[in-house]
Nanobody, 128 residues
Framework: QVQLVESGGGLVQAGGSLRLSCAASGRTSSAYAMGWFRQAPGKEREFVAAILWSGVSTRYPDSVKGRFTISRDNAKNTVYLQMNSLKPEDTAVYYC?????????????????????WGQGTQVTVSS
């Protein structure tokens, strides 16, 4: 059992920055990786970032690479998403997620189906 709670969303102008937090509780030691996803109105859920809980390895899609950074604080069981140079197309509800199993060819690290635990989401709105 893992519970996740996101915070830090809000309204920001294009070019600005925002830092999201994801506080985890429960059996966090069972999580192989943590990830961030986002979903805009009328759009499918999109992979944003992932980090191995036991290592430093991170993964990003081209859409956010160089602008977003995922990090962790194991002592606090917290994962962060630092978002810089925000664009209007970044507007979405952002979710953090925990994966208790290793990725496979059918469920890679960027697949939402790999993650069993999800937070409630936090709204990020970027104005132009």
């Amino acid at each position: 059992q893992v519970q996740l709670v996101e915070s830090g969303g809000g309204l920001v102008q294009a070019g600005g920055s925002l830092r999201l937090s994801c506080a985890a509780s429960g059996r966090t030691s069972s999580a192989y990786a943590m990830g961030w996803f986002r979903q805009a109105p009328g759009k499918e859920r999109e992979f944003v970032a992932a980090i191995l809980w036991s290592g430093v390895s991170t993964r990003y899609p081209d859409s956010v690479k160089g602008r977003f950074t995922i990090s962790r604080d194991n002592a606090k069981n917290t994962v962060y998403l630092q978002m810089n140079s925000l664009k209007p197309e970044d507007t979405a509800v952002y979710y953090c997620a925990a994966a208790p199993q290793r990725p496979t060819a059918l469920t890679p690290y960027y697949s939402s189906e790999l993650y069993d635990y999800w937070g409630q989401g936090t709204q990020v709105t970027v104005s132009s």
